[in-house]
């Protein structure tokens, strides 16, 4: 899926504010959902489209020019489920198999070329109390640059599920690591991501559906492909990526064992899929960065999903 923790989701009152300005771009009065449902199709997607982009520059505008203290995140999720308890908090309970995880050029697809550009007057203005510490981390870990994507994907996607799966109940949390480029990526994916494991980029493999949208996977990826879904419908079937003795076997067997989380950060095992090398669980993937994100928190953050 791709709700990410860090992105907090909408109290009641919020939702029913943004509720009432998408009512009015669609000129609908009370009674309203019989207003609504005399709207057609395309009428409410203009409107949807219209509100959307209003809101999110306003809120951008206002943000950046420290008029209010807003939630930066919140342009990428404007619609969803009211909350009283945000995402991360609600998976302290889990106790059912959960998989979860991240690409490893996730927050790429968002970060468009002009961001790079000044990624420490941006982290500045995104975080200003821990924006001069987090880019000076950042010039240290990913010395190749492209600092801002980078902070994008380990803020947004890798550490959060990190840290909600360590704090899960169940004892059957499965974390992955997609770190493959697709080979049709120029048709796939927007031009700046071509390079990249972009957000989006494992579901021609989980849908197995290449060539259902115009696209061939080469031998390497159809062997990927094989084994990814071979894992699915394990943990579908049972519960357990991992192959069974004596159970129906999946497409591709004697999987390399997909360790579960260990509740101990220092066991924390990750299955990293790529055709470059073996699908194997690796230990501690972005350990440093996770921890580091770990402290400054997912929630409540100034400028960024602060409550």
Not at 56 to 62: E, G, K, Q, R, S
Not at 92 to 101: A, D, L, R, T, W
Not at 163 to 182: I, P
Request: aromatic content about 16%; charged content about 20%.
């Amino acid at each position: 899926m791709s709700g990410l923790y860090s992105i907090s989701l909408k109290p009641e009152e919020e939702a029913l504010k943004m509720g009432k300005k998408f009512l009015k771009e669609v000129e609908c009065d009370e009674p309203v959902l019989s207003c609504l449902q005399n709207r057609n199709v395309e009428d409410l997607n203009k409107a949807s489209s219209n509100f959307l982009i209003s809101f999110n520059i306003w809120v951008l505008a206002y943000e950046f020019l420290n008029i209010f203290d807003s939630k930066v995140f919140h342009v990428m999720q404007s619609w969803g489920p009211t909350v009283e308890t945000q995402p991360i908090s609600q998976f302290q309970n889990v106790e059912k198999p959960v998989m979860i995880g991240s690409l490893s050029g996730d927050g790429k697809s968002f970060s468009f070329p002009p961001l790079n550009f000044f990624p420490q007057i941006l982290l500045k203005m995104l975080l200003p109390n821990d924006g001069t510490t987090v880019f000076q981390k950042y010039q240290e870990w990913y010395k190749g640059g492209d600092i801002f994507a980078h902070f994008l994907t380990d803020y947004m996607y890798t550490c959060p599920a990190r840290f909600a799966a360590l704090d899960m109940n169940s004892q059957s949390v499965y974390d992955y690591y997609f770190d493959h480029v697709l080979s049709f990526t120029d048709k796939f994916s927007p031009w700046w991501c071509h390079q990249y494991a972009c957000h989006g980029n494992d579901v021609p493999f989980f849908f197995q559906s290449a060539s259902f949208i115009g696209f061939n996977f080469t031998k390497d990826e159809e062997k990927l492909v094989d084994i990814y879904s071979s894992y699915l419908a394990n943990f579908i079937h049972r519960g357990d990526p991992n192959d069974i003795p004596n159970s129906v076997p999946p497409k591709v067997s004697n999987l390399n064992p997909w360790l579960p989380i260990d509740p101990n950060p220092e066991n924390l095992w990750t299955l990293v899929f790529s055709t470059e090398e073996p699908v194997v669980s690796k230990l501690g993937i972005k350990k440093e960065q996770c921890e580091f994100w770990d402290i400054i928190g997912y929630y409540n953050v100034v400028r960024l999903n602060k409550k």
